[in-house]
């Protein structure tokens, strides 16, 4: 599948936000539980924390109440599946930047290594991986925290980055999902899972499916896979 027809199939995704939310969130997390071996729900307030950017602001979770957040943990210097994730992200942003989700859905990238990831390093590396600082930041740790305070954050979302000899880092793959409410929704794991579920996950968040509504036909489920190729 061609990556520009990925990305003008999305906008279709826009189209049918109406027809998603009027599925319960529960039911989508039973349609994704079938569907995508990868997705975890989840249901409770997510880690707080309170970093900064590349220019030094400060920025807190809490900041972005009001959109959904696509969080995940990469360092820099990562010789292997640190940039294919950040290959990843770029790619399901592209699929939500091509629609009205875009002013809706905030990224998130934490560094687990700020003594290497330097400003320069932070700011350059979206860049490299082609991520839309529109609406995505890559953070590391204020002055007075820890080096270890985004490992030990990373840690309270439910995986490991350890420190090896070499200056490596031993750990999982992790994409989250969290809320407008700041609740973690969703984990999705490793490479694998197919980017057009999480979008139609975060689409689900957006459009507030937890509001009741009522039923549709199940068809419509099989069109938005459809609509992107899948």
């Not at 959904?68 to 770029?90: E, T």
């Not at 399901?92 to 687990?112: A, C, D, R």
């Not at 350059?124 to 007075?144: K, P, V």
Request: proline content about 4%; overall charge neutral; glycine content about 6%.
């Amino acid at each position: 599948m061609q990556i520009p027809l990925v990305l003008t199939l999305a906008v279709a995704l826009a189209t049918v936000a109406s027809a998603v939310s009027a599925h319960s969130l529960k039911e989508l997390e039973g349609m994704l539980g079938d569907r995508e071996k990868y997705f975890q729900a989840v249901d409770k307030a997510a880690p707080e924390f309170t970093l900064q950017d590349a220019e030094g602001r400060t920025t807190s979770l809490a900041d972005f109440r009001g959109k959904v957040v696509v969080l995940n943990f990469i360092y820099a210097s990562c010789p292997d599946i640190c940039p294919l994730h950040a290959d990843r992200i770029a790619e399901i942003q592209g699929l939500i930047n091509q629609s009205p989700m875009k002013t809706q859905v905030q990224f998130i990238s934490i560094t687990t290594d700020p003594s290497k990831d330097t400003s320069d390093v932070l700011r350059h590396y979206g860049q490299a991986h082609r991520l839309d600082s529109a609406n995505w930041l890559f953070l590391t740790t204020r002055s007075d925290q820890s080096e270890d305070a985004t490992r030990n954050l990373a840690e309270r979302f439910g995986h490991r980055f350890d420190k090896t000899p070499g200056g490596y880092q031993i750990h999982s793959i992790v994409t989250h999902v969290i809320d407008s409410q700041g609740r973690w929704r969703a984990s999705f794991h490793g490479l694998k899972f197919e980017p057009t579920n999480l979008v139609v996950f975060v689409n689900a968040l957006v459009n507030d499916a937890e509001k009741p509504h009522g039923h549709i036909a199940p068809g419509v489920w099989e069109k938005i896979k459809r609509l992107f190729g899948s």
